[in-house]
């Protein structure tokens, strides 16, 4: 099955500063690798995405960036705001068949210090 | 749009006991729901996926038995835990995707504690 790995485990970023997670998957024929924000206590939430036939999604201070043939993806925010600060889960879908099926990162804890 | 709910928020009960979880999709038809389970620290785990109106795949090592799941209708998918014991003591969290979709969306979780 698919295999995912996320790093850094932690990462703490000044106000304004940038911060990059990246993630590495196992199975060549995932197809879709979202990105979650997870707060404490609460689900999961969805904040960008992308498809294997994009190199490169933006969505204002977020981007995500995939490498088909190094199957890595990295999720990008610039600018950091404390607010910023949360676990964050990179995912792969398993397979190209089964699509909806996800297996996630281990996640990183970002800290945005003001 | 895309909301996901679920009830309730937590829950503590007694050892033996059993303990419903609903999860709704409230603006939207979800023809797969997922329920996943979550330690703390620690990643989410997929425990089964659900269809509306069929049986729930279950993933290797989880007990179909134990963890109950029905998928009534497409906006309501129930998790069950039967006979709680203080080991099952967990966040779970549910999920659901449009048919054909490759977006899942989470509800907000329900923090179990079995005493």
């Known amino acids: 099955g698919e295999n995912v790995e996320q790093h850094p485990s932690t990462l703490s970023v000044q106000e304004g500063d940038s911060a990059v997670i990246k993630c590495t998957y196992s199975?060549?024929?995932?197809?879709?690798f979202p990105w979650y924000k997870q707060e404490l206590g609460k689900g999961p939430q969805l904040i960008i995405d992308?498809?294997?036939?994009?190199g490169e999604k933006k969505d204002q201070r977020i981007a995500v960036t995939l490498n088909k043939t190094a199957k890595h993806f990295s999720l990008h925010i610039t600018e950091t705001q404390p607010e910023d600060s949360a676990v964050y889960f990179c995912?792969?879908?398993?397979?190209?068949?089964?699509?909806?099926?996800?297996?996630f990162g281990q996640g990183t804890i970002l800290t945005v210090h003001p | 749009g895309a909301v996901v709910s679920q009830h309730p928020s937590w829950v503590i009960c007694k050892s033996g006991t059993s303990v419903k979880i609903e999860c709704r999709s409230l603006d939207f038809q979800a023809t797969t729901m997922f329920w996943y389970r979550q330690f703390p620290k620690k990643s989410l785990m997929l425990m089964a996926t659900s269809n509306e109106g069929s049986k729930a795949t279950y993933e290797q090592g989880v007990e179909k038995d134990k963890f109950l799941i029905n998928h009534a209708s497409l906006t309501l998918s129930t998790l069950t835990v039967t006979s709680a014991h203080p080991e099952d003591s967990s966040f779970y969290i549910c999920s659901a995707t449009l048919s054909g979709a490759y977006e899942q969306y989470f509800g907000p979780g329900t923090r179990l504690t079995v005493t």
């Open positions: 992308i498809r294997s036939n994009v």
């Open positions: 199975d060549s024929a995932s197809n879709y």
């Open positions: 995912a792969a879908s398993e397979g190209f068949w089964s699509y909806g099926k996800l297996t």
